[in-house]
């Protein structure tokens, strides 16, 4: 990994399949698919935010909000709500932008592999606000997006909230921006409980923490797990990696990174597994400028 951790304990090197080691199946679920849930997470971040539900609240701005905007999020709850990712992609301009850099084949792409993984995603997003621009209507949204995939005899239940901006011109929406987003997979009977400490943006080549501190009494729980930093970028959408898991003897995650020195935002992932539970989070990490 580039521009990362100086600490040694993370590696995108392939994890070997583990004998009879109390964490042997926590470390073939995990570190084997370590990867594959970072982007099916990252998926929620930039994809997810198109799949907009038209679920808001009555004081929301939906209400005084143009039909151009009412009926696109109509349209949109019901494709992705039916996998229909030919109606979705349909509902972008042939022109279309993304922050980070897809289109609508490698949105088409991405849909159909998170929805083969998540088959039962559930979308339900606010409009917190709009504006008119030139040619349209600016309208930024927050979308909660809740599923379950299941692996051999495992389910992962996947929670995600993403806040996202959508410039929508003539029915069609032709430039959207990701500016939050924070996503978390759990499974077994008790996961562990996570507080993650990231700053929402840091500026180029400025170093930052990253913690994942777990909130219950360890007792004799044995921890494992790694931190993972991918840039954010369409490749990373489709292409899977694998992480190697490592003891936690302090109880959590506790890293020192440094930001690229370009403005490429970064995916920040923690995952901690125990005999009872795994838990993996995922926030974006703005990189802006130096001024």
């Known amino acids: 990994m580039r521009h990362f951790f100086n600490s040694p304990s993370v590696s995108q090197s392939a994890v070997a399949p583990a004998a009879a080691h109390p964490t042997a199946v926590a470390r073939r679920a995990v570190g084997r698919r370590s ?35 009412t009926n696109l999020l109509t349209q949109m709850d019901t494709a992705a709500n039916n996998r229909n990712v030919q109606d979705v992609v349909a509902l972008f301009a042939d ?61 992962f239940k996947l929670n995600s909230t993403l806040e996202a901006r959508q410039v929508i011109e003539n029915q069609k929406i032709v430039r959207q921006d990701i500016l939050n987003e924070r996503s978390q997979i759990t499974s077994g009977t008790n996961p562990p409980e996570l507080t993650i400490n990231l700053p929402e943006q840091v500026r180029a080549g400025q170093e930052f923490t990253f913690d994942a501190i ?8 044995l921890l494992v ?34 930001a690229p020195q370009n403005t490429a935002n970064q995916w920040l992932s923690a995952v901690v597994v125990r005999h009872d539970g795994i838990t993996m989070v995922t ?3 703005k990189i802006i400028g130096i001024r």
């Open 35 to 69: 990867r594959g849930w970072c982007m099916a997470v990252a998926l929620m971040a930039s994809v997810a935010s198109v799949l907009i539900s038209t679920h808001v609240r009555a004081q929301n701005p939906a209400t005084t909000a143009p039909a151009q905007v």
């Open 95 to 155: 022109d279309f932008t993304h922050s980070d850099g897809l289109t609508r084949q490698t949105l088409k792409e991405a849909l159909n592999n998170l929805w083969k993984r998540y088959p039962n995603l559930k979308y339900r997003t606010e409009l917190k606000s709009w504006k008119p621009t030139g040619r349209g209507v600016q309208a930024d949204t927050i979308t909660y997006i809740t599923g379950t995939q299941t692996e051999g005899d495992r389910e």
């Open 283 to 285: 926030q974006r990490l």
């Open 225 to 258: 797990g790694a931190a993972l930093e991918e840039p954010v970028k369409p490749e990373g959408y489709l292409n899977v990696t694998t992480a190697n898991l490592e003891a936690l003897p302090a109880g959590g995650i506790f890293k020192v990174g440094k």
């Open 214 to 221: 777990v909130q219950e009494p360890l007792g004799d729980d």
